[in-house]
């Protein structure tokens, strides 16, 4: 076995002190197991127990990463489940709005066109009403001419 700064993996790779800590240091585990069980680890019973001890501590982060996974496959479940709640709700209340607001604009557009037909009906009436003023004056103007003629000759007379 050697010994120096950087730890072996399984395959005999060296690794930094910062992969040890991500993966675990593997030959502090061998020499853990080796001194618990007094085996040799040069012994296939060694090596053997040194394999289960790392098995198993593999399975175990396995079925940690595992339930990690399950628990933000729900989380995320959950979030698009929030997420089309809210969606729905923003829809059915910009839905809601705006029938609102055309609803609204059908009631203005409606008393417009009232007003708009009430003042051509005045405008309508005002014409009428001028044209019989001004048939009026040019009735009076010629009263006046006449009144002014009549005048004129009783002065001759």
């Given at each position: 076995?050697?010994?120096?700064?950087?730890?072996?993996?399984?395959f005999g790779k060296s690794?930094?002190?910062e992969e040890e800590l991500e993966y675990g240091n593997t030959q502090k585990g061998f020499n853990n197991t080796q001194s618990q069980f007094g085996t040799n680890p040069a012994s296939l019973k060694g090596k053997l127990m040194s394999l289960e001890e790392m098995i198993k501590g593999i399975a175990e982060e396995m079925n940690f990463h595992k339930k990690e996974v399950q628990i933000l496959k729900s989380e995320k479940d959950t979030l698009q489940s929030v997420l089309s709640m809210k969606t729905?709700?923003?829809?059915?209340?910009?839905?809601?709005?705006l029938?609102?607001?055309?609803?609204?604009?059908?009631?203005?557009?409606?008393?417009?066109?009232?007003?708009?037909?009430?003042?051509?009906?005045?405008?309508?009436?005002?014409?009428?009403?001028?044209?019989?003023?001004?048939q009026q004056l040019?009735?009076?103007q010629r009263r006046i001419t006449e009144l002014e003629l009549q005048v004129g000759n009783e002065e001759n007379n």
């Open positions: 076995i050697q010994k120096n700064m950087n730890s072996q993996s399984k690794m930094r002190p729905q709700d923003v829809k059915k209340t910009l839905t809601n709005e029938m609102r607001i055309e609803e609204e604009m059908k009631r203005h557009f409606a008393h417009q066109k009232a007003e708009n037909a009430r003042l051509q009906q005045q405008i309508t009436s005002l014409k009428g009403e001028k044209t019989a003023l001004q040019l009735g009076l």
